[in-house]
């Protein structure tokens, strides 16, 4: 067993009187890729945003490195691409692509007295976007867009990342490039948990899968989940997935 | 050519504060368009300006050195009502902002105009002088230059990340946003004085409106907005001197020339 890189224990979330997340508790080990999947509303974004402290749980205690996660102080250490990030960046947003990736020293320059300019080079080039480094960030495309942010959320060589659905849009090939280099950081150590609703991935590049529709229904090593799970049936049935008990 | 080096003279220290006034701005003004609430800068003026009527009814109840400190507060404390308007009923901000600077000013007039104050401070607070500022004023708008040079600095990182992005882990945004705004209510306060409470706005307004499109880099926007700030005060001045025009009025006249190099910008781009 890797060392546990977070731990969730009995977490509940309620917007109002309405369940969003019910009773949650897994581990995340280092070196884990796992796949967060589940109908829409099921409560995946939720989960993340509790895991970084975005949103207070009703109830529960989430750790990350064995410290309770309100306490945390190292989130330099985790890099975040959060939902359709890219929505808020318009034309007159007043940064080259260089300066939005070098935002992630800035805010976190308590932690980090160095700009690593070795690196935002690297991926850069990595993610094809190197020759934009110096455009306005708001006249990249979408999918040039989700790129900068990715390479922001990797700046700081974090020791997890976190993805909420990053790719959502894209077309197949920018996937298989993305995920191919997400699987390259992988290898070197990087945890990574994916929020995503792209299943046909999940036997590729993850290792582990958690399935959430306001329980956690499954997690575990995908190989059983995909024999457990017939996943495919299941997320064209919603319904269905309410009612399975593995 | 004496008669121009007399009124020179005599507005010095109005033009003085108003090119620090213009820099001091540019530091914040870009944010306030970014944010999408280029009305907020309106209605602080609307609530300082009630701030102000209130504040003169004790005025001889309190020594004159808290004058200033309890106008800032008053402004502060009022300005948190669009927030709580927000919170509370579900309205868009941009609707609360209106709804509470609207009221801010109907109340302000209403004490005026019971309490005698309905007069031509009451014109001068509402359309500024360049004539008005005094030496006092002008060390004021040092002050507040400095402040704007140093609280940028610390804080635009946290400031600009908003704009890309809503949420960042770790990160909590109510400190850097309530020194953001003390820092436009302490350039309002010492805006109003040269510009007047319903012109002040336009400072926040014009340039940043222009220089957002043409700049691609921090740093260049905030010095071409100082810049095309600073010329407006300048321009201003000498149209406001030779056609014998209310400043405020002329400095707004010409930087609405901005708008239209951005139309053209925009065309030929």
Same mark, same amino acid.
């Given at each position: 067993?890797?060392?546990?890189?977070?731990?969730?224990?009995?977490?509940?979330?309620?917007?109002?009187?309405?369940?969003?997340?019910?009773?949650?508790?897994?581990?995340?080990?280092?070196?884990?890729?796992?796949?967060?999947?589940?109908?829409?509303?099921?409560?995946?974004?939720?989960?993340?945003?509790?895991?970084?402290?975005?949103?207070?749980?009703?109830?529960?205690?989430?750790?990350?490195?064995?410290?309770?996660?309100?306490?945390?102080?190292?989130?330099?250490?985790?890099?975040?691409?959060?939902?359709?990030?890219?929505?808020?960046?318009?034309?007159?947003?007043?940064?080259?692509?260089?300066?939005?990736?070098?935002?992630?020293?800035?805010?976190?320059?308590?932690?980090?007295?160095?700009?690593?300019?070795?690196?935002?080079?690297?991926?850069?080039?990595?993610?094809?976007?190197?020759?934009?480094?110096?455009?306005?960030?708001?006249?990249?495309?979408?999918?040039?867009?989700?790129?900068?942010?990715?390479?922001?959320?990797?700046?700081?060589?974090?020791?997890?990342?976190?993805?909420?659905?990053?790719?959502?849009?894209?077309?197949?090939?920018?996937?298989?490039?993305?995920?191919?280099?997400?699987?390259?950081?992988?290898?070197?150590?990087?945890?990574?948990?994916?929020?995503?609703?792209?299943?046909?991935?999940?036997?590729?590049?993850?290792?582990?899968?958690?399935?959430?529709?306001?329980?956690?229904?499954?997690?575990?090593?995908?190989?059983?989940?995909?024999?457990?799970?017939?996943?495919?049936?299941?997320?064209?049935?919603?319904?269905?997935?309410?009612?399975?008990?593995? | 050519?004496?008669?121009?080096?007399?009124?020179?003279?005599?507005?010095?220290?109005?033009?003085?504060?108003?090119?620090?006034?213009?820099?001091?701005?540019?530091?914040?003004?870009?944010?306030?368009?970014?944010?999408?609430?280029?009305?907020?800068?309106?209605?602080?003026?609307?609530?300082?300006?009630?701030?102000?009527?209130?504040?003169?009814?004790?005025?001889?109840?309190?020594?004159?050195?808290?004058?200033?400190?309890?106008?800032?507060?008053?402004?502060?404390?009022?300005?948190?009502?669009?927030?709580?308007?927000?919170?509370?009923?579900?309205?868009?901000?941009?609707?609360?902002?209106?709804?509470?600077?609207?009221?801010?000013?109907?109340?302000?007039?209403?004490?005026?105009?019971?309490?005698?104050?309905?007069?031509?401070?009451?014109?001068?607070?509402?359309?500024?002088?360049?004539?008005?500022?005094?030496?006092?004023?002008?060390?004021?708008?040092?002050?507040?230059?400095?402040?704007?040079?140093?609280?940028?600095?610390?804080?635009?990182?946290?400031?600009?990340?908003?704009?890309?992005?809503?949420?960042?882990? @770790? !990160?909590?945004?109510?400190? +850097?946003?309530? #020194? =953001?705004?003390?820092?436009? *209510? /302490?350039? %309002?306060?010492?805006?109003? &004085?040269?510009? @007047? !409470?319903?012109?002040?706005? +336009?400072?926040? #307004? =014009?340039?940043?409106?222009? *220089? /957002?499109? %043409?700049?691609?880099?921090? &740093?260049?926007?905030?010095?071409?907005?100082?810049?095309?700030?600073?010329?407006?005060?300048?321009?201003? *001045?000498?149209?406001?001197?030779?056609?014998?025009?209310?400043?405020?009025?002329?400095?707004?006249?010409?930087?609405?020339?901005?708008?239209?190099?951005?139309?053209?910008?925009?065309?030929?781009?």
């Amino acid at each position: 067993m890797g060392q546990t890189i977070i731990e969730v224990k009995n977490l509940y979330f309620l917007y109002g009187n309405q369940i969003i997340l019910e009773d949650i508790s897994f581990k995340i080990e280092k070196g884990d890729f796992l796949a967060l999947i589940g109908p829409n509303g099921g409560g995946k974004t939720t989960l993340i945003k509790c895991i970084l402290n975005l949103l207070k749980p009703n109830k529960g205690k989430i750790f990350i490195w064995g410290e309770e996660n309100r306490s945390f102080k190292n989130w330099h250490k985790i890099g975040y691409v959060p939902q359709r990030a890219g929505d808020l960046i318009d034309h007159l947003t007043p940064l080259t692509v260089k300066d939005f990736i070098f935002l992630s020293f800035k805010i976190y320059k308590d932690f980090i007295n160095f700009t690593n300019y070795k690196l935002i080079n690297e991926l850069a080039e990595k993610f094809g976007i190197k020759t934009l480094l110096n455009k306005k960030i708001g006249e990249l495309s979408y999918g040039q867009l989700q790129r900068a942010y990715l390479i922001k959320a990797l700046i700081l060589n974090p020791e997890l990342l976190l993805l909420d659905e990053p790719f959502v849009g894209l077309d197949f090939f920018s996937q298989e490039v993305f995920y191919n280099t997400l699987a390259e950081f992988h290898k070197k150590g990087l945890t990574i948990i994916l929020v995503t609703h792209e299943t046909w991935l999940l036997t590729k590049w993850i290792t582990k899968v958690a399935c959430i529709n306001q329980k956690l229904y499954f997690h575990g090593d995908h190989e059983s989940f995909c024999v457990q799970a017939k996943y495919l049936e299941i997320f064209q049935d919603r319904h269905r997935i309410e009612h399975i008990h593995w | 050519m004496n008669a121009f080096w007399d009124s020179f003279l005599l507005i010095k220290w109005g033009l003085f504060s108003g090119i620090l006034l213009a820099i001091s701005i540019s530091f914040t003004s870009p944010f306030i368009i970014l944010k999408k609430n280029a009305l907020f800068p309106h209605a602080l003026t609307h609530i300082y300006f009630l701030a102000i009527i209130s504040v003169s009814l004790i005025y001889k109840f309190i020594p004159s050195f808290l004058t200033f400190p309890i106008i800032v507060i008053f402004t502060l404390t009022l300005t948190s009502l669009i927030w709580i308007l927000k919170k509370y009923s579900k309205l868009y901000e941009d609707t609360a902002t209106s709804i509470i600077s609207s009221i801010a000013m109907g109340l302000a007039l209403v004490i005026a105009s019971k309490t005698s104050q309905y007069d031509s401070r009451l014109f001068s607070y509402l359309f500024g002088s360049l004539v008005g500022i005094t030496k006092k004023d002008f060390y004021e708008s040092l002050v507040v230059f400095i402040f704007s040079i140093f609280l940028f600095n610390k804080f635009y990182p946290l400031w600009i990340v908003q704009i890309t992005d809503k949420e960042v882990p @770790g !990160i909590d945004f109510k400190g +850097a946003n309530l #020194i =953001f705004l003390i820092l436009i *209510t /302490l350039q %309002i306060v010492v805006g109003v &004085k040269l510009m @007047g !409470i319903l012109l002040i706005s +336009a400072l926040f #307004i =014009f340039s940043s409106s222009l *220089t /957002l499109w %043409i700049t691609k880099s921090l &740093k260049f926007l905030i010095l071409a907005t100082s810049l095309l700030n600073i010329l407006g005060i300048l321009i201003g *001045t000498i149209v406001s001197i030779i056609w014998d025009i209310p400043f405020s009025g002329a400095v707004i006249m010409f930087m609405s020339l901005y708008l239209i190099l951005q139309i053209i910008w925009r065309f030929l781009n």
